[in-house]
């Protein structure tokens, strides 16, 4: 069982920056992917970006080159640093954790139905 809180949501002018930090409890932290997701009013929920066990990285095209995920698995955190934010970035973001997926090798999925576990959101607004 893993517990999510998200925080670091707020507003911002285009061009601008936020951090988005989401810390876990409950155990074992190292082993889940952990992702951030996006939904905003009217749409589905999309993956952002992901991070597996070892720290390697995946982004959306809509975030790549503008966004940085890290995990701290010493301290149960996540983080998502976002820059050079476009009004299109404006959305509820969720942090989620799963356990990986098993196939020809281990992956992380990018289906939110994938995820087990969730944070409540934290509001991100981009003004232009």
Known sequence: QVQL????GGSAQGGGSLRLSCAASGNPFSMYCMGWFRQAPGKEREWVALIDSAGSPVYADSVSGRSTISRDNAK???SLQMSSLIPEDSA?????????KYGVSMYCPRSPADFTYWGQGTQVTVSS
């Open 92 to 100: 509820m973001y969720y942090c989620a954790a799963t356990y990986p």
């Open 5 to 8: 809180v998200e925080s670091g």
């Open 76 to 78: 149960n955190t996540l």
